[in-house]
């Protein structure tokens, strides 16, 4: 049974408990790090960071306020700092990591952090191996246009929140809720949604039994009083939420789930559906966000939403009118007949589903997907799904593989190349092109009226979007 709950507690507590305390943050690059310096800004507190390389997010924090440093040196280490913060990505031999349990200060974990920052609100945790920035956005986004004015932290930039994290004077805090290195196990949300649980980050996870025991643990993290939101089509969600102490409601397309998708149109892949509860119509989305994918986003967070006080109107209006985030089929210009889109898909599903949703949306003449691969492991672990997922390109192309957390000795396992050969042998028309201005030129002499280039993954494959646009709006 779904009761819709009394007033949240609107006063905020803790605000002043940070007010003049210097933290500083070590991978202060990351865009959930770069949101919770913001957060911690904007309750008062006196923030340092710093990265090893520079990059927009490092910049962007800057921007707010926060002393920044490029390179990571134990000197960048105020010498009156209150408390270090590091990111889930820092190994324990990182030199500002060192110098800080040397000198005694305080150190915590992001995810840790976050929990920390959580415990005077209602906690509101988006958990899944995909969709969580687009959902925790869509929440943030609903709640704020109904004047509850949450908190909030998104692994991605959105410009209707004004960036990527937000305090709100409201009683919710909305957090994404990442399972790399079990980091969401630092969290103690009330409601939460596990959204979808996939093969990654198995260079921390064994196996697929691993990750759903992570889940699990998160799963009953979430008290008796809260809710647990879980997708109804997914075995392995299923696995992980059969044992949870919170109540259970689940989302999906058929008979059997909680809140249910029905009526399904679509409109060059943006869908219009009834969200059903018990058989009966609770109200009617139009999504602006093209996808199938974004119908099960919405569902979930219609659950979440309703649970935390908003009326079935409130809700349709602000899911209808929520227009996505930044690196999600992010529209860079159309240019010349050409069309320049970036995304941040880095799994093969996320892959899969973007470019049918950029098919269904764009309907281009051609396809071209500039597809840079996220970590040596997880191109090795998933070769053979990432082969197959790139069916709708008409045309790949490959860069070098995103070197990140990663150890030499796994460099050595896994090239480009080994992709690249990978999707050619499911027939995909796919070329490997080491560095960033060898696919630029390549893009200059091949593109013509009607094509669409999409940049995908979690590195800095952004950076020939922006090139391709500069060259469209000035020698095309």
């Known amino acids: 049974m779904i009761n819709q709950p009394e007033t949240s507690a609107e006063v905020c507590k803790g605000e002043s408990t940070w007010l003049g305390r210097r933290v500083h943050l070590i991978g202060a690059g990351g865009v959930g790090m770069r949101a919770l310096g913001q957060l911690l800004m904007m309750r008062g507190a ?21 002393e920044v440093a490029v390179g990571q ?36 974990k992001y995810s840790r952090m976050l929990g920390r920052l959580m415990s005077d609100r209602e906690g509101i945790a988006i958990a899944g191996t995909h969709g969580k920035s687009t959902t925790t956005a869509m929440i ?25 994290s937000g305090v709100g004077s409201g009683g919710h ?7 790399f290195d079990r980091s969401f196990l630092d969290l103690s949300p009330t409601l939460s ?21 992570a889940f699990r643990a ?7 009083h809260g809710l647990l939101v879980a997708n109804g089509e997914d075995r392995s969600v ?3 939420v059969r044992d949870a102490s919170a109540d259970v409601q689940t989302f999906g397309l058929n008979d059997q789930c909680t809140w249910r998708g029905a009526n399904l149109t679509a409109d060059r892949g943006r869908f219009r559906f009834d969200v059903l509860v018990g058989g009966r119509k609770f109200c009617r989305i139009a999504l602006q966000i093209p996808g199938l994918h974004h119908v099960y986003n919405a569902l979930a967070a219609t659950a979440l939403l309703f649970q935390a006080g908003l009326t079935p109107e409130e809700i349709a209006s602000a899911i209808g009118g929520f227009e996505g985030i930044d690196r999600r089929m992010t529209v860079k210009a159309q240019l010349g007949g050409v069309t320049v889109v970036d995304d941040y898909a880095h799994h093969p599903t996320e892959v899969q589903v973007t470019l049918r949703a950029a098919a269904e949306f764009f309907r281009p003449r051609r396809m071209w997907c500039i597809f840079q691969p996220h970590q040596h492991s997880r191109t090795r672990f998933l070769l053979k799904d990432f082969a197959r997922s790139f069916g709708l390109a008409d045309k790949i ?3 070098e593989i995103y070197f990140v957390r990663d150890s030499e000795r796994e460099r050595e396992h896994i090239c480009a190349e080994d992709l690249v050969a990978q999707i050619r042998l499911n027939g995909g028309d796919a070329v490997f092109l080491p560095t960033f201005e060898l696919i630029a030129e390549h893009l200059k002499k091949s593109l013509a009226p009607g094509d669409l280039v999409i940049t995908m993954g979690a590195g800095d494959v952004w950076k020939v979007a922006d090139e391709i646009v500069c060259w469209l709006g000035t020698d095309y």
Do not use: M, W
């Open 140 to 164: 943030a986004y609903a709640l704020t246009t109904a004047g509850k004015s949450p908190s909030f932290v998104v692994g991605a930039t959105s410009d209707q929140l004004g960036g990527p």
């Open 238 to 240: 299923a696995s992980a």
């Open 73 to 108: 040196r134990a000197e960048n280490i105020p010498p009156d700092c209150d408390l270090i913060v590091y990111s889930a990505a820092i190994h324990q031999a990182n030199p500002e990591l060192l110098a800080a349990g040397q000198a005694g200060c305080e150190l915590i």
């Open 218 to 224: 998160f799963a009953a993290k979430v008290p008796p």
């Open 193 to 213: 949604a596990i959204l979808n649980i996939e093969e990654d980050h198995l260079d921390c996870y064994e196996n697929l039994d691993a990750i759903i025991e």
């Open 46 to 66: 006196v923030v340092s960071g710093s990265d090893s390389v520079p990059s927009a997010t490092l910049e962007s924090l800057a921007a707010h306020g926060a």
């Open 173 to 179: 805090f909305v957090v994404e809720a990442c399972e």
């Open 397 to 399: 192309i490959v860069p």
